[in-house]
């Protein structure tokens, strides 16, 4: 995600784009870095969702406790609103029914294949919950095991078995119980959180702890009464933040700060998770902290470089990939690129991981130079990644995946200046923020400049710039952190400003 350091050709002219981008620049990157708290993170809070919302809505109906604010929630949802979230609040205020056959195969689609099995489970799941007859037992023998998987799929299978069969092993409960110890939210994730509970509402002597996991879900339930699917995603925030704001020529004080912040954050495997109240590490987060990490000095961030490096070669696959979670699982092209681009600070060091993952990257583009799904519901994100990695590598197969990741980009932008999505949608600000970030690795300024101008048009007095989110956990359900709409466009700004030939400095007056 980082700027490219080095290109091809010439500096772009200045002359390319608005005189108001270094103002707009600045104006956006005040409003980030107003959200960095004295301790270093960046800290926003996650929209509630219909998903989560009709499962407690449930919990609460059975325990006999209010529920008029999430019903409220439910019937309010706005135009627009996904098929899927429509469907579960029609479920929800009615007792029963479920998505057609069509609906159910689109979001399994929108899913990477292996995982395919488990989200109709999951599907399966939460109609089960809200009145849905489920298949037979046999159905999801197969399915709901835990062999290979990280702790939240491990959980969260346990907690579909109890909801699907109604069978749990004495092993099954352990595994669900010990969740409910803490006196938080497990591993902040309200989505396994409430399945869980549903699941031990089925076994006799668990009125006690089903009451007060309740509780602790309703201290996440947002004003609106929606639930979120996490209870924050702060790490992520802020290790995307520290990237955009480093890139758009921040002031030190605050980079430092939030270095400090992720190296106090770091867990003991040397990894990152995606919060900070949570124990599962992922390859995402741990690769763009890193990132940030080694553009800082001193020997704190150095160790904090070597142990996280570490930390993503002991889940490396075999076929030279990265997984998201544990090596076990299959890697994907997305955490791929992301691992990849950490390891790029220093090729020389790094050439067989790179050699390896750059072989694997090139079997999983797709013709159209896109990716299989990912943790973005814009096709864009992966590509961005993609591009700007295989960009700073200059020989190999590398050349080839960023030249088919640019033909995608430069195929999709629309008469606003903007990108979508996906190739039938409309204009969206973070998706025209991954593009731009992509198209600075070629050398005409031109789509990159009618991008920074869409991006300007959609800048807030207050100098943020909102987007439709693109989000995805688990896949393919989308949820809602509307501060990383902002980070991504000051990214990409900070990308584009540096394209011009150096570091940007911001108007002292934006400090």
Not at 134 to 163: C, E, F, I, P
Not at 190 to 219: C, M, N, S, W, Y
Not at 232 to 242: K, R
Not at 442 to 464: I, K, M, T
Request: proline share 7%.
């Amino acid at each position: 995600m980082r700027p490219l350091s080095h290109h091809g050709g010439e500096p772009w002219p200045s002359s390319s784009v608005p005189d108001s981008l270094g103002d707009a620049t600045a104006r956006l990157s005040r409003y980030v870095a107003s959200h960095v708290d004295p301790d270093g993170a960046v800290r926003f809070p996650c929209h509630g969702r219909p998903l989560e919302t009709a499962l407690l809505l449930r919990l609460l109906q059975s325990t006999g406790q209010p529920f008029d604010r999430q019903t409220r929630y439910l019937r309010s949802l706005p135009t627009g609103t996904e098929p899927f979230d429509l469907a579960i609040a029609q479920a929800a205020l009615s007792r029963g029914g479920g998505p057609t056959g069509e609906l159910r195969a689109s979001v399994v689609a929108k899913c990477p294949d292996f995982t395919g099995p488990r989200k109709r489970a999951l599907l399966d799941g939460v109609f089960a919950v809200l009145g849905e007859s489920a298949a037979a037992d046999r159905a999801y023998r197969d399915v709901l095991r835990r062999d290979g998987l990280h702790s939240w799929a491990q959980v969260q299978v346990t907690a579909l078995k109890g909801v699907l069969t109604g069978s749990l092993a004495d092993e099954d409960a352990h595994v669900l119980l010990a969740t409910q110890r803490s006196p938080e939210v497990w591993e902040g994730n309200l989505l396994i959180h409430l399945f869980t509970l549903h699941a031990l509402q089925r076994l006799p002597g668990t009125e006690t702890v089903v009451a007060d996991g309740i509780r602790k879900a309703l201290r996440h339930v947002r004003s609106d009464g929606g639930v979120p699917f996490v209870t924050d995603t702060d790490t992520w925030c802020t290790v995307t933040a520290g990237v955009a704001l480093a890139a758009a020529g921040a002031p030190e004080p605050v980079l430092d700060r939030i270095a400090a912040r992720l190296v106090r954050s770091q867990l003991p495997g040397g990894g990152w998770s995606v919060t900070d109240v949570a124990l599962q590490t992922d390859v995402d987060d741990t690769s763009v902290a890193l990132q940030f990490l080694q553009s800082r000095t001193g020997n704190a961030s150095d160790q904090a470089v070597k142990r996280g490096l570490a930390s993503l070669l002991a889940v490396r696959h075999p076929r030279g990939g990265f997984p998201t979670y544990v090596r076990d699982s299959a890697p994907e092209a997305c955490m791929t690129v992301a691992a990849l681009d950490a390891f790029t600070y220093d090729r020389t060091q790094h050439r067989q991981v790179l050699a390896d993952g750059l072989s694997f990257l090139a079997d999983e583009q797709l013709a159209d130079g896109t990716f299989p799904p990912d943790w973005s519901s814009s096709l864009l994100h992966t590509v961005f990644r993609a591009v700007l990695m295989a960009s700073r590598i200059p020989d190999g197969p590398a050349g080839r995946i960023a030249a088919r990741g640019l033909d995608f980009v430069l195929g999709g932008q629309n008469d606003d200046g903007g990108w979508g999505q996906r190739a039938d949608s409309p204009s969206d600000p973070i998706s025209t923020s991954y593009a731009v970030m992509a198209l600075c690795a070629q050398d005409d300024p031109r789509p990159a400049a009618e991008g920074v101008r869409f991006l300007l048009r959609h800048q807030q007095e207050d100098g943020s710039i909102p987007s439709v989110s693109d989000s995805i956990g688990p896949r393919p359900f989308i949820f809602h952190v509307p501060l990383l709409a902002d980070v991504f466009a000051l990214m990409a700004l900070g990308h584009v400003t540096r394209r011009f030939g150096g570091p940007p400095e911001l108007p002292g007056r934006a400090w």
